[in-house]
């Protein structure tokens, strides 16, 4: 099952991610997004989740991520850990507001 949460900010992100592993979500399968890259990173540092990589997207995907805009970056990540399409431009245009989108897999 596929889950996705919308925050305002990394404290809200924190007791999100606390309340997903208290149902048995792990911290390898739970992904944080923000528009700025650094965000993203320094966010999945802090609170020890991890970024969507060539494990979820496979190694063509990410390539091609490479030489994407920054939204289609994101679409792509989303998609790739159970959003579909229209979820992940929805979530995207979160993103653009400001806010963090939480996702969380248990694949």
């Known amino acids: 099952m596929t889950v996705k949460l919308t925050v305002e900010n ?3 992100a924190k007791q ?3 309340t997903l592993e208290s149902k048995g979500y792990s911290k390898d399968h739970i992904h ?3 528009h700025f890259k650094e965000r993203a ?4 540092d802090a609170l ?3 970024d969507v990589g060539m ?3 496979g190694f063509l ?6 030489f994407t805009s920054r939204g289609d970056e994101l679409r792509s990540k989303m998609e790739s850990v159970g959003l579909s399409k229209e979820e992940a431009a929805e979530a995207e245009a979160e993103l653009d507001k400001g806010k963090l989108i939480i996702i969380a ?3």
């Open 61 to 66: 995907e990410s390539m091609k991520n490479m």
């Open 32 to 34: 944080i997004f923000a």
């Open 41 to 44: 990173d320094d966010i999945n």
């Open 105 to 107: 897999h248990n694949k």
């Open 55 to 57: 494990k979820e997207q």
């Open 10 to 12: 990394a404290l809200q």
């Open 16 to 18: 999100e991610i606390e």
């Open 48 to 50: 020890d989740t991890s």
